[in-house]
């Protein structure tokens, strides 16, 4: 027996797919750049925040830092050794080079501070200010220099701003709905969400509304 494809539906099938994998979220990609003794603090980041970015690791054994544009970078323990070097422009060392490539390549990197009360010390107020400067030299090219904790908290507050996604589709998904972190989806009117796209977002405890 013989059944007859229709092409018109077909081709109607592969558009409404399409369209659902591009209203999809895409998570933004982060790079953390971390040695074996950053293990400790790889496993803090990625913990706290895994779920709302594609991480990649990068480590010296990278012989060139290929990374994608309008990404995020960060730098894992970052001392004053590395301050310095990265605001003169050297690169000696694998971690400064990685700086200065991706400083090259456009990118404006986060360097966490090894120690909370960086640069907030006693002593040769001379060589404080020099150290100072060459931090705010640093910043002045797009690096931010500040803590894990202090960055981990402002990505709280920010997705906490950010807790409601607007989902403009013709069908919300039950697999639409597994990708969003938000609390809460604003459909389009005409949207029509099936019942494992509910069960989904009950089970997620997301919300949705109506625009």
């Not at 999809?24 to 709302?52: C, F």
């Not at 970078?73 to 003169?88: S, Y």
């Amino acid at each position: 027996m013989t059944t007859s494809v229709d092409a018109t539906l077909i081709a109607t099938i592969v558009q409404e797919v399409l369209q659902q994998l591009s209203a999809l979220p895409v998570k933004p990609h982060l790079y953390v750049w971390g040695e074996v003794e950053d293990e400790g603090s790889m496993n803090k980041l990625t913990q706290a925040i895994g779920q709302r970015y594609e991480l990649t690791v990068l480590s010296s054994l990278q012989k060139d830092l290929d990374v994608k544009k309008e990404s995020d970078i960060i730098f894992l323990n970052c001392d004053q050794d590395l301050i310095v070097r990265g605001a003169l422009g050297l690169t000696d060392t694998a971690k400064s080079k990685a700086l200065a490539e991706a400083l090259h390549q456009g990118l404006q990197p986060t360097l966490f501070l090894s120690y909370e009360d960086s640069f907030k010390f006693n002593g040769n107020s001379a060589y404080k200010a020099y150290l100072h400067n060459q931090k705010s030299r640093l910043e002045a090219f797009g690096v931010s220099c500040t803590t894990m904790e202090q960055w981990l908290h402002e990505q709280q507050e920010t997705k906490v701003s950010s807790s409601t996604a607007v989902y403009d589709a013709p069908l919300l998904t039950e697999r639409a709905v597994e990708a969003f972190t938000e609390q809460t989806l604003l459909l389009a009117p005409g949207t029509i969400v099936t019942p494992l796209a509910r069960d989904a977002a009950r089970r997620k405890e997301i919300t949705l509304s109506r625009t």
